[in-house]
Structure formats: structure tokens, C-alpha cells
């Protein structure tokens, strides 16, 4: 059977809304929707592209905690509350997984869950294990 496992980036809200960060089932990584607070000190950007950077710094730390890295991201899915974001967004998205070009959509939204998140990444990663 395949290993199931739970990771967490420290957030307050995965305990308080009962989800992981991400699933770790068997090669796959399953990465929750993630806004742009920095874990650390629960502040968030005014920016959007600040946001997109600290949601990009989250997601590799958590698949770094899988065992993998950003070059195994096969998909991205991303929300932004206005199509004013759009451009600065996938300009942060195209310098941070360029090389690794994952299928990806982005979506406009009427909002996020606090009206301070502008924009919100998923990601799917198939960890390579070595031959």
C-alpha cells in the first residue's frame, strides 16, 4: 500500500480548519491552496506579486519536507481576486517555474477567504524516486 503522509507549514489554520498543507500519497504530493502570509510571522504582503513569492517560498519548503523540489510540479492551479493581478502573478510564476513549465490555469475569483489575500496557488508534484 502506498505511504500516505501529512505535512504542515506551522499555520494556524490547518489545525483550526482541520486540513494539511499538503498529502504525500505514494509519488504524488497534493498541495492545499496557499496565500501569501509568511507562516512565520502571519503577516501578509500588500503586494500581489510578494504574495505570489511567499506562496512560491511555501510550496517548495513543503515539498522539500517530501522529498522533492519545485522541478516536480505537474500542475498549478491559481486564484487571484481581480484580473489586474493576472500579469504580476504569472510573471512571479514564470521566473519561479519556467524551467519546470507544469500544466497550469489561473482563474479570477470574487474573493478569497480574508479580503487581504489576493491571490491563492494549488499544486500536484509527482516525486521522481531514483532508479
Known sequence: MPERRLISSG???????GYSR?????????ISGTTGYDYATMTMPEDVAEQA???????????????????DIVRLQTFV???AHCEPVLKVQGEVYGAVRPACAIYVVSGLLRPEMKVEIEATARLRRPA
Do not use: H, Y
Open 11 to 17: 499555520s494556524p489554520f490547518e489545525k483550526n480548519f
Open 22 to 30: 499538503a498529502v504525500v500519497d505514494g509519488d504524488f504530493v497534493f
Open 53 to 71: 513569492r511567499n506562496i512560491a517560498k511555501t510550496i517548495a519548503g513543503v515539498l522539500q519536507q517530501a522529498g522533492g523540489g519545485l522541478a
Open 81 to 83: 481576486t481581480s484580473s
